[in-house]
């Protein structure tokens, strides 16, 4: 019994208007998922298909199903790791205590595990990266957006700049950042390793204009009715923004960091990859320079992973859009 014939059944036993209504919401909720079921299942297919077709020096292309393996793989090997981690920490304490009840003066020392990072960990130190480089921008971009917005004079004085650094590829910033970064970043008990740092400025340089320039034309769109009500009730500079200015330049606001996070995701696969922190980029290269015959295959998990966690992204920042903008409600 296919699911029209169910629903059909089903239908005919209610009355008219919860017939219609489960009519009407089986279409729809056909049309949601129907769709992207039957795109999704073309592409796996094709997938299968060309991964059969291409021979690399590794071997051949891996399918969805290699592919899947090893993400399966991937995760057993990191509750291999965090149970390796646990038994270390379990005989650390235990030696601890043994000590301690033969000499209670004795003041213990205690190291962290140094196992290699896992997939999962990698995917994590990536989040953080890139959230802390986004933040940072997001801090830059949105107060010099808003005085751009508001000050002609500014605005003719920045845009030039913004112009001239907005097209630099990360790859051409890394360098440049990796020098001042060990010039400047010298302390002996650094709070964070150098090449979180490296990447984290690495994003914010590639990522702060889309919110820079789209926060700027949101406050020059402001209505000149609020600008006369604010002058009106003769609100001072701040209240001004925060009462007229950023309600209204909120949609265009987020707009560009929807815009700048996505391009905060993108950048950061590649500055990992060069300046060597241990994230998503990083884990891409050494597959790649590991040359086995299971490369590939994980390759393609984290190319999967990274789309999918881009696509998260997207919509966490679309979702505190609705929260935040009075024009789209609740």
Same mark, same amino acid.
Request: aromatic letters at 8%; hydrophobic letters at 50%.
């Given at each position: ?143 010099? +957006? ?132 241990? +994230? ?51």
């Amino acid at each position: 019994m296919n699911t029209t014939s169910l629903v059909s059944q089903i239908s005919a036993r209610l009355p008219d208007t919860d017939r219609d209504s489960l009519l009407r919401y089986s279409r729809q909720l056909l049309r949601g998922l129907g769709a992207p079921l039957l795109g999704l299942a073309l592409f796996l297919l094709l997938w299968q298909f060309a991964a059969q077709k291409v021979d690399t020096s590794l071997g051949k292309f891996p399918g969805p199903l290699a592919v899947a393996e090893q993400a399966v793989n991937l995760y057993d090997e990191h509750a291999a790791e965090r149970e390796k981690a646990a038994a270390f920490y379990q005989r650390q304490e235990d030696r601890i205590a043994e000590r301690l009840a033969q000499q209670p003066e004795w003041q213990p020392t205690r190291r962290s595990y140094t196992g290699a990072p896992t997939f999962l960990d990698q995917i994590g130190t990536s989040l953080i990266t890139v959230l802390a480089g986004f933040v940072l921008a997001s801090l830059v971009a949105i107060p010099l +957006g808003i005085v751009m917005g508001l000050s002609r004079f500014v605005s003719n004085a920045v845009n030039p700049l913004v112009q001239l650094f907005r097209p630099v590829s990360p790859l051409a910033w890394l360098p440049l950042v990796t020098l001042v970064v060990s010039a400047v970043y010298t302390s002996e008990d650094p709070m964070f390793a150098r090449s979180f740092v490296v990447s984290m400025i690495t994003v914010t340089l590639c990522c702060l204009w889309p919110t820079l320039i789209n926060t700027a034309v949101g406050v020059t769109t402001v209505s000149q009715d609020l600008n006369n009500v604010s002058q009106v009730l003769r609100l001072g500079w701040f209240t001004h923004v925060r009462k007229i200015v950023l309600p209204s330049a909120i949609p265009m606001m987020f707009t560009g960091l929807r815009v700048s996070l996505g391009i905060a995701w993108m950048v950061l696969i590649a500055a990992e990859m060069l300046a060597q922190n241990p +994230g998503l980029g990083k884990f891409v290269w050494d597959e790649f320079q590991n040359g086995s015959s299971q490369s590939l295959s994980r390759i393609m998990v984290a190319v999967l992973a990274i789309g999918l966690i881009g696509f998260a992204l997207d919509r966490l920042m679309l979702m505190a859009q609705r929260r935040v903008d009075w024009q789209k409600g609740d």
